[in-house]
């Protein structure tokens, strides 16, 4: 197989192996849930196809869903997050150029465009996340609260994990 594909399946695994057995046991404060997993969705390479991209992040979202028996909500906010990424990754990563970056990450792309991006589509995330679990917008200050505080705390936590396991030409 392709080492790029080698080289994903690996993130994969250690991104899924980080949140079921350290991450889905921390909850900073009672607003903050770290949610590291969903990196493996925006690491992907940009020249991921549409369905695919879909299917793998529905599939990374139920997996989490059903390790951590939940109801089906990381399912729909990966979804949703992946079509987002479909739309808008080529814009925020490459400024429109057509370039495909096999690893998205701070290293590859340029850095202040590649946090953003993060806290974007992690925000987005974290908004679909917890609206689902709180029932909708009844208590939007706290769904609020739980989004700001929890992107703020994954986006750091992404880049520990890029500087710590990525190389600068390619990454883990």
């Known amino acids: 197989m392709n080492k790029l594909i080698w080289r994903n399946i690996r993130r994969f695994v250690l991104l ?18 770290p949610m590291l997993y969903v990196l493996f969705i925006l690491m992907l390479p940009t020249d991921t196809g549409r369905i695919p991209m879909l299917l793998i992040a529905f599939g990374t ?9 939940m109801l089906g909500f ?10 987002l990424r479909i739309l808008f990754a080529d814009r925020i990563l490459t400024r429109g150029e ?4 096999e690893t998205p990450s701070y290293h590859s792309v340029t850095p202040q465009y590649f946090v953003g991006y993060l806290m974007l589509m992690l925000a987005v995330f974290y ?4 609206t689902v679990e709180l029932f909708g917008f009844r208590h939007f200050g706290g769904v609020l609260l739980c989004t700001v505080s929890s992107t703020l705390a994954t986006t750091l936590l992404a880049l520990l994990y890029q500087f710590v396991f990525l190389k600068k030409e390619n990454g883990l």
């Open 16 to 33: 899924m192996l980080l949140q079921l057995l350290v991450f889905n046991n921390v909850y900073l404060g009672g607003y903050t849930m």
């Open 61 to 69: 979202g139920l997996l989490v869903d059903v390790a951590s028996n």
């Open 74 to 83: 990381h399912a729909l906010a990966c979804t949703v997050v992946a079509m």
């Open 98 to 101: 057509p370039v495909v970056i």
């Open 127 to 130: 908004l679909v996340f917890f």
